[in-house]
């Protein structure tokens, strides 16, 4: 279990939902839910909120058993769009409450990544968020927040993996007391199971390599969010309690990075997402 700051946990691993639509992303989701799935991550941007509604209702389970989060876009980082953006979230999930409220990407240049923060602090306050995060903040980005507001948000959702394993901006989020989950924590395209340290330990522990490095996560502190459309790699994700990995097999892999190591040209201070 992951704990925030006020002391609640959240799971293991959580369910990314992108780029899970229609009916087909519905039964993905129900069965995410069904096999043990407990945090699903959306967001404005993924167009699959109402997907993620349905989802939890036809899944029976109990709303306080299910943590939702979503983002808001950049578009919506003026206080008064952003409050705008989760109400319309809310409205499209066709919930009361979304336990985690998030700033999808900082967009630096527009210059509003604390006040869409604030914006979320409001929505707080007014019982339409429970908990406000950030998504791929740097550690100034995050500085600046604390600054203006008094308080870090209590996880940033960053690109993490083995290529791009992020080692600096963890650090910064332990001691800002920051939860640091990690998008696309496999790799996609560029997943490393073929690499010799990712190989050699799943061959020691009859993991898979998917397991391998998603329990690399775990054991660097890090909530992962994959995202899998098939139940038996839905199990499998989530079935990494009894796996250890040794200290040298987290720190090989973790050497696996490299500074050319995103996915795509995701830089933070110059990415901007609408």
């Known amino acids: 279990m992951h704990r925030l700051r006020d002391g609640t946990t959240l799971p293991p691993v959580g369910f990314g939902t992108y780029p899970l639509r229609g009916p087909e992303g519905v039964e993905a989701m129900l069965s995410a839910l069904e096999v043990g799935y407990r945090y699903l991550d959306t967001a404005v941007n993924y167009e699959n909120e109402q997907e993620v509604g349905e989802a939890l209702r036809r899944s029976g389970l109990p709303r306080e058993e299910v943590l939702v989060a979503t ?14 953006s989760v109400e319309q979230s809310l409205e499209r999930l066709g919930l009361d409450r979304v336990d985690v409220a998030l700033v999808h990407w900082p967009n630096p240049s527009r210059g509003r990544y604390v006040e869409a923060v604030e914006a979320l602090l409001e929505c707080r306050e007014r019982g339409l968020v429970r908990f406000v995060g950030t998504s791929n903040y740097t550690a100034g980005h995050l500085r600046e927040v604390i600054e203006a507001t008094g308080e870090a948000p209590v996880l940033n959702q960053v690109e993490c993996h083995p290529l791009f394993p992020q080692s600096e901006l963890i650090e910064v989020h332990e001691q800002l007391g920051v939860l640091t989950q990690a998008w696309s924590p496999l790799g996609k395209r560029q997943a490393q199971y073929d690499a010799d340290p990712v190989a050699g330990a799943a061959a020691r522990t009859g993991a898979s390599p ?48 490299r500074p050319d190591g995103r996915l795509f040209d995701g830089d933070p201070e110059t990415h901007e997402e609408m």
């Not at 983002?71 to 705008?84: C, F, L, N, W």
């Not at 998917?210 to 909530?223: D, E, F, K, N, S």
């Open 71 to 84: 983002k808001i876009p950049g578009r919506s980082h003026e206080r008064s769009a952003a409050v705008d």
């Open 210 to 257: 998917a397991q391998v490095i998603l329990r690399w996560h775990l054991q660097r502190g890090v909530m992962p969010l994959p995202k899998s459309a098939t139940p038996e790699r839905q199990r499998a994700n989530l079935d990494l309690l009894d796996l250890e990995l040794t200290g040298d097999e987290v720190a090989a892999i973790t050497a696996l990075g």
